[in-house]
């Protein structure tokens, strides 16, 4: 429990900063990080990790980046997550691209549950937002789906001028796969010039232009995962839809349950907060757990009642290299 009593059981576990995509959201323009020097914690320290994580009362871990499907150890550190006592579940937000060929292994592995990045259907505006190919992310989830996940959700972030009107297609998508779609408010996570009047557009506008359509029915007691989403079911799709409002829900902190381990071995009580801790050289000097501990424990204390994205935020350093 933090200092303002919520219960932080979540971890998210960065396991690499590169990535296979370049989303306008998440990496600036001609950002070139990852061609320094790799510095990653290794398996073993990620481990050590969720070892000392579960043994505090964390049970719900979640492997992101970048994109962590191009960490070529991936499937190892989920089989050895999900040994450690205490780990009721590890899962896996991905851009899908490189799903395909990894879903089973990586389900027979242990992972139980991944939440895909869907920007869009067209092909032309995924590439625009991405780069990247969506016939690629669509054999991803056909293979996620054949997997036999426990769950595999849908993530779409809303940007005005760009994807709005792929918001009824991934509606309509998702419920003919029976896949929960959460619609996430864009926020400065990469520069501050990447939110704009221009380019933002909110949960409450898209609640409506979904509403010109279908009848949203509110879910109060729906609980998919441990994120912060608030759900509705489309009366006639049947589409289950879950509205995330990063920027205009002022209550959006209040349950916040989640601390980062960024891919170079930061610990980060909040995204929208520039507070770290370094464990890297920690794990490095052969620490024992309980010095690891400590860290984790002054992390806690730490967090803040709630992020600063609304007020001029300026990152440190982009999503990619935090953590998603």
Not at 13 to 36: A, F, H, L
Not at 59 to 88: H, N, S
Not at 196 to 211: D, I, P, Q, R, Y
Request: glycine fraction near 10%; charge should be neutral.
């Amino acid at each position: 429990m933090d200092t303002f009593g919520r219960i932080v059981d979540y971890l998210r576990i960065s396991v690499t900063d590169r990535c296979n995509e370049r989303c306008v959201y998440c990496m600036p323009e001609g950002y070139k990080g990852w061609e320094q020097k790799a510095d990653h914690l290794t398996a073993e320290e990620i481990v050590q990790v969720v070892r000392v994580a579960a043994g505090m009362g964390f049970r719900k871990f979640r492997l992101t980046g970048g994109e962590p499907l191009v960490r070529r150890d991936l499937q190892e550190i989920v089989q050895a997550i999900t040994k450690i006592p205490g780990v009721a579940c590890v899962g896996l937000s991905t851009n899908g691209t490189k799903l395909a060929g990894l879903a089973q292994p990586l389900r027979d592995a242990g992972l139980r549950t991944v939440n895909i990045s869907l920007d869009a259907l067209d092909a032309a505006i995924y590439h625009r937002v991405t780069g990247g190919r969506v016939a690629d992310v669509l054999a991803g989830i056909r293979a996620a789906l054949a997997a036999g996940f426990e769950r595999v959700k849908l993530n779409a972030v809303l940007m005005r001028g760009v994807n709005e009107q792929e918001l009824w297609p991934l509606v309509l998508f998702a419920a003919e796969h029976g896949l929960p779609l959460r619609l996430i408010e864009l926020m400065p996570v990469t520069t501050t010039e990447v939110l704009t009047e221009g380019n933002f557009f909110s949960v409450a506008e898209a609640m409506e232009l979904l509403a010109e359509r279908d009848e949203l029915l509110a879910q109060p007691r729906a609980q998919i995962g441990w994120g912060p989403a608030k759900y509705y079911r489309l009366r006639h799709t049947g589409a289950l839809v879950g509205f995330i409002g990063g920027m205009t829900d002022l209550h959006f902190c209040e349950s916040c349950n989640k601390m980062r381990l960024t891919a170079d071995g930061k610990i980060r009580p909040c995204l929208g907060d520039h507070g770290e801790l370094d464990l890297r050289e920690m794990l490095r000097g052969s620490k024992p757990d309980e010095a690891v501990r400590e860290v984790l424990e002054t992390a806690l204390a730490r967090k803040p009642l709630g992020h600063s994205f609304r007020d001029q935020f300026k990152p440190c350093r982009p999503m990619t290299a935090i953590g998603g």
